[in-house]
């Protein structure tokens, strides 16, 4: 099954920059990382988990909330089989533990999912 490993997770302050990696493997039935849309998500304890930012298949398009849109860029490296989260500017409330997943077509959904990384931003 497909597995996801998120990195580059820690402890910043506030107005500082951290870059979110996120690995995939175990692609199956004839597909690779390339036929996978991407996306990051956030979950605060108590809260909604939210999608921060999404990337289509060739990364010819992003979507972003609008809580991070004009700080935070998604971007992928198909031959690395990566997607990465670069983040700047940023504020307490981006604190939460982030997750990256795929799905195959938006309407099938986010299915696979990794194990987080936690960020923090001190103010």
Not at 50 to 58: D, F, G
Not at 107 to 115: D, I, N, V, Y
Request: glycine share 14%.
């Amino acid at each position: 099954q497909v597995q996801l490993v998120e990195s580059g997770g820690g402890l910043v302050q506030a107005g500082g920059s951290l870059r979110l990696s996120c690995t995939g493997a175990g692609f199956t039935s004839g597909r690779t990382f390339s036929h996978y849309i991407m996306g990051w998500f956030r979950q605060v304890p108590g809260k909604e988990r939210e999608k921060v930012a999404s990337i289509t298949w060739t990364g010819h398009a992003t979507s972003y909330s609008d809580s991070v849109k004009g700080r935070f860029t998604i971007s992928r490296d198909n031959a690395r089989n990566t997607v990465y989260l670069q983040m700047n500017s940023l504020k307490p409330e981006d604190t939460g533990t982030y997750y990256c997943a795929c799905a195959i077509t938006a309407a099938t959904g986010f299915r696979s999912w990794g194990q987080g990384t936690q960020v923090t931003v001190s103010s």
